[in-house]
């Protein structure tokens, strides 16, 4: 037994947060690890999780299981959020909620494999390390198209339409509802309508990923993209992180939403991806999305948690905006939106600001804008200039 099994690429990431928590420096910065990071570089538990915990443990009478589609208020309320409660009741929709956004691509990515055994799924080059895996492991193959234009710091359009003249009907597009991971490049409303255009006339499936929900520009204009496409394709899926927006990371708190072409399909969707739920995790876990559920049903927690999270989104376009004035190549990190950019420096000048200046990124430079703040960014600004080429 195991002897046939294959060794596996330790995770890039972890790797890097034990060098950092090595490093002796005091003057170390850390722009590696993907969560938000406040201006004293902690991850706090914001004051409406707080205070909606508070309330959970007094309150709560029974921990007996729900079922596999789990909290449904949960859902219904976040549903309400990204879209609008009209929407919400139509009959070609459903949503269920899943462990994290990651449980809610897995399920789904299940879902598609059953239902449409020959299907690919096309993701963007690059983007989130984990999406490839997730799909392999449903039975889903990956294809890539071009998305990023390191020149420009923007969106490769043409390109990207260029490769998907490849895409078969009933082929999956994955694509980032804002803030890609790892660019910060969001779709224009235009490139919006040109993908939902794309789809509906191809056939192709959207299968949004909206994992950054409100730390772009704000929950409106975040979910706009999402929305819209939704509305013009007759079947898409929208993959739903609160473990950012939020702050939940490790309650691993998600929903997965559906929709059909028709009522009766949605419900053997329904049906069939509460099947796959309960094989997978039979349940998600409740802590978290309750939580999220008390603050979004509460009118006063639900503004206390909009506040946070707007503050949290200005620090990091304050910190976006004073990198971009630094040189003309970082200008394009101003447009940028989310935790994340790519800066134009080689794995080389990665390893060189690691080993001289005690500054951590992934060998792809990317770096969570988070990491920064007023106390260090100058110095991370001051090494990093050396580097860049005019
Ligand atoms: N999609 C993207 C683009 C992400 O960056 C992440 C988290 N890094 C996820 C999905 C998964 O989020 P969760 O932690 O809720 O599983």
Redesign the pocket.
Same mark, same amino acid.
């Given at each position: 037994i195991f002897s046939a099994l294959r060794p596996q690429q330790p995770d890039a990431l972890l790797a890097l947060i034990a060098m950092h928590r090595a490093d002796q420096r005091g003057e170390k910065i850390d722009v590696g690890v993907?969560v938000y990071r406040d201006r004293s570089g902690l991850t706090p538990v914001m004051r409406a999780v707080k205070m909606a915990e508070t309330r959970l443990v007094a309150q709560q009478s029974s921990k007996s299981y729900l079922g596999s589609d789990g909290d449904i208020r949960f859902t219904q309320l976040l549903g309400e959020l990204i879209f609008s409660a009209q929407s919400v009741d139509d009959d070609r929709r459903f949503g269920l909620q899943t462990? *994290?956004? =990651? *449980?809610a691509?897995r399920v789904g990515a299940a879902l598609l494999t059953r239902a449409m055994p020959d299907a690919r799924v096309w993701v963007s080059q690059p =983007?989130?390390p #984990? !999406?490839a895996p997730i799909f392999a492991e449903a039975g889903m193959a990956t294809l890539t198209h071009p998305y990023f234009d390191a020149k420009t710091g923007g969106i490769a359009f043409d390109l990207m339409l260029t490769a998907l003249d490849e895409a078969r009907a009933g082929d999956v597009v994955l694509l !980032?509802g804002c803030c890609h #991971?790892p660019t910060g490049t969001q779709f224009s409303v235009e490139q919006w309508q040109a993908l939902a255009a794309l789809c509906s006339l191809r056939g192709l499936i959207p299968f949004i %990923?909206l994992? &950054?929900h409100g730390l772009g520009d704000d929950l409106a204009p975040d979910g706009a993209g999402a929305r819209m496409m939704m509305e013009a394709v007759p079947a898409a899926l929208l993959?739903y992180?609160? %473990?950012?927006n939020f702050a939940l &990371?490790r309650d691993?708190? *998600?929903a997965l939403f559906v929709q059909a072409p028709s009522a009766p399909l949605a419900e053997m969707a329904r049906a069939n991806t509460l099947a796959l739920a309960r094989s997978l995790w039979s349940m998600p876990p409740d802590h978290g999305a309750a939580v999220v559920r008390m603050i979004l049903d509460d009118p006063a927690l639900r503004k206390d948690w909009r506040s946070e999270l707007e503050r949290m989104r200005t620090r990091l376009n304050r910190m976006r905006t004073a990198l971009a004035a630094a040189h003309p190549l970082l200008a394009p990190i101003a447009r940028q939106r989310g935790l994340f950019s790519r800066l134009p420096i080689d794995p080389q000048t990665v390893e060189a600001l690691r080993d001289h200046h005690g500054i951590y990124m992934p060998a792809d430079g990317r770096i969570n804008v988070a990491g920064l703040n007023d106390a260090n960014i100058g110095r991370f600004i001051e090494g990093l200039l050396p580097h860049l080429e005019e």
């Open positions: 993907g462990p *994290g956004g =990651t *449980g691509l =983007t989130w #984990n !999406h !980032h #991971n %990923d994992a &950054y993959a992180s609160c %473990d950012k &990371y691993r708190v *998600g």
